[in-house]
């Protein structure tokens, strides 16, 4: 049969040849998008990096600004750019310019291979993680040297992608870094210290965890300290509590000020004080007083508060609180709560004063209705921020229109040279900044009122 009798019948057999093959076109759509991805994510991260060498080297030009800016640092600056461009956290960024510098300086062909679609930056930064345990730049030199070496032995030039396996990488240049000499225990100690912290992670259930990154022998004595005074308190009759529920309610306790306990390790451990008294006489119990009782801001249905409807409400911050934790924060005589009861009108009471610092009943207005910092990407609790003055005072009033919660970094970006924020009307923020990147902080939403059936009759 001629090439044109196959035409005719309407095109090739199922079983020609020159039949385009349906599964091997998704196998290389998948291998093409593969590629386009990896060399996607090194152009952003490359784009990135070369915005944060342009501020670099703009810090080091002679200041021609408008005087009375903050002056913002590169990293700040590209936090403030990226941050709301990208909808992407200060420490991804952070740690995004890192790994393209350790490339660029250590790496030059793998960043080229990232930059090519060929690798992606999973296995680059592999590659990169053992240079921190390197003692020196001549040592990180050598190091990454010998590991560019094996990837590129290992590459097959005509393949889309760098054929190397990620377990395969890891274990190399692990074999490789410990050729050299690695850096003291105590340099990296001093390094991790520097960064101890508190952390705390809401969880969606209306639990929370907060972590403590400390020394290590303190974290061992105060865990087993927590444990000592939780098995005593257990001993108490009626305790129905397990020992770990007895361990975090006696962390939140001590923390409050609730509780002090007078025992020491060794007296708690031989159930005898060294006057011959009773360990657990010396837990006291104390009234914190309403002033220094803890401040939970929560925006609640009135239905929910009522036990009327299971509408779960929402602390600052974003974290939702289940309803029925919603009443136990309100039955609960120990905290001082502050709520936004919301209705279907959803309206605010405007309140002002005289003075440049806000009076507490406006503070709590403003921490309601915006419960966290209004940069687009931050959601650090309204509590725990400044309330800056959208207008500056005294030109702008002490009211609840004009005051908006900023944490101190995004305090200063608002504040930098050619950063604006204006507050719209159905209560989002829009930010513009100094390159005329406009990004919108929408709205908090308020859990709506919602009764159970026959509820509302």
């Given at each position: 049969m001629?090439p ?5 019948r309407?095109g090739p057999?199922p ?5 385009p ?6 196998l ?5 998008s593969?590629v386009g991805?990896n060399?996607?994510?090194a152009l952003?991260?490359d ?5 944060h060498?342009r501020?670099?080297?703009?810090v080091?030009?002679p200041r021609?600004?408008?005087?009375g800016?903050?002056v913002?640092?590169?990293l700040?600056a590209t936090k403030a750019?990226?941050?709301p ?11 995004s310019?890192?790994l393209?510098?350790d490339?660029r ?7 080229a ?8 930056l999973?296995?680059a930064a592999v590659?990169?993680?053992c240079l921190?345990r390197l003692?020196?730049d ?8 010998q ?6 032995r ?10 190397v ?7 190399a240049a692990w074999?490789r870094?410990r050729r ?5 225990r105590t340099e990296t100690?001093?390094e991790a210290?520097?960064k101890q912290?508190v952390?705390?992670r ?5 639990m929370a965890?907060?972590v403590?990154s ?6 061992l004595?105060?865990?087993y300290?927590?444990t000592l005074?939780a098995?005593?308190r257990a ?15 006696t962390?939140?306790?001590?923390i409050h ?5 007078g ?5 708690l451990?031989g159930?005898?004080?060294s006057?011959?008294g009773?360990?657990e006489d010396t837990?006291?119990w104390?009234d914190?007083?309403r ?5 939970v801001?929560v925006v609640v249905?009135i ?9 779960p409400?929402?602390m ?24 936004l009861?919301t209705?279907?009108?959803g309206?605010?009471?405007e309140?002002?004063t ?9 503070q709590r207005?403003?921490v309601?209705?915006s419960p966290?910092?209004?940069f ?5 609790p309204?509590?725990v921020v400044?309330?800056d ?7 702008g009033r002490?009211?609840?229109?004009n ?6 970094g995004?305090?200063q970006v608002?504040?930098?040279?050619g950063?604006?924020?204006?507050r ?5 923020y829009?930010w513009?900044s100094r390159?005329?990147t406009?990004s919108?902080k929408?709205p ?7 009764w159970s059936?026959?509820a509302?009759a």
């Open positions: 001629s044109t009798d196959t035409m005719a309407g057999e079983d020609d040849p020159r039949r093959d349906p599964d091997r076109a998704l290389d759509a998948a291998l093409e593969q991805a060399r996607c994510r952003l991260l784009a990135m990096s070369r915005f060498d501020r670099v080297e703009e080091a030009q021609q600004g408008t005087p800016f903050f913002l640092t590169p700040k750019e990226f941050g461009l990208l909808v992407m956290g200060d420490r991804m960024i952070e740690t310019l890192a393209v510098a490339l300086q250590f790496f030059p062909w793998v960043w291979q990232c930059l090519a679609g060929r690798m992606d999973g296995r590659a990169q993680s921190a003692t020196n001549a040592d990180r030199v050598a190091y990454a040297a590991v560019e070496g094996l990837l590129q290992q590459d097959d030039p005509d393949a889309a992608l760098h054929p396996r990620y377990a395969n990488l890891q274990q074999r870094c050299f000499p690695q850096r003291e100690f001093a210290f520097a912290r952390r705390l809401t969880d969606e259930n209306g965890s907060l403590c400390t020394r290590a022998d303190h974290g004595q105060a865990d300290r927590l005074i098995r005593k001993e108490r009759d009626g305790e129905e509590r397990t020992l770990e529920q007895l361990r975090a309610d962390l939140i306790d001590l000020g609730r509780i002090t306990v025992a020491t390790d060794g007296e451990e159930d005898e004080t006057t011959g009773d360990p837990i006291e104390r914190i007083g002033f220094a009782r803890p401040i801001n249905p239905s929910t508060l009522m036990g009327l409807s299971d509408e409400g929402r600052a911050g974003g974290a939702p609180v289940p309803d029925d934790l919603v009443r136990a924060i309100a039955d609960d005589p120990d905290s001082v709560w502050h709520r009861v209705d279907p009108a309206r605010f009471v309140l002002s005289n003075t440049y610092q806000p009076n507490e009943k406006l207005t403003v309601a209705h966290e910092c209004v687009p990407t931050c959601n650090r309204a509590t400044d309330l003055h959208r207008i500056p005072w005294p030109l002490t009211t609840s229109w005051l908006q919660p900023l944490c101190d995004h305090h608002k504040h930098s040279e950063f604006s924020v204006v719209e009307k159905d209560g989002s829009t513009t390159f005329g406009m919108r929408p908090p939403e308020y859990p709506p009122v919602s059936r026959g509302a």
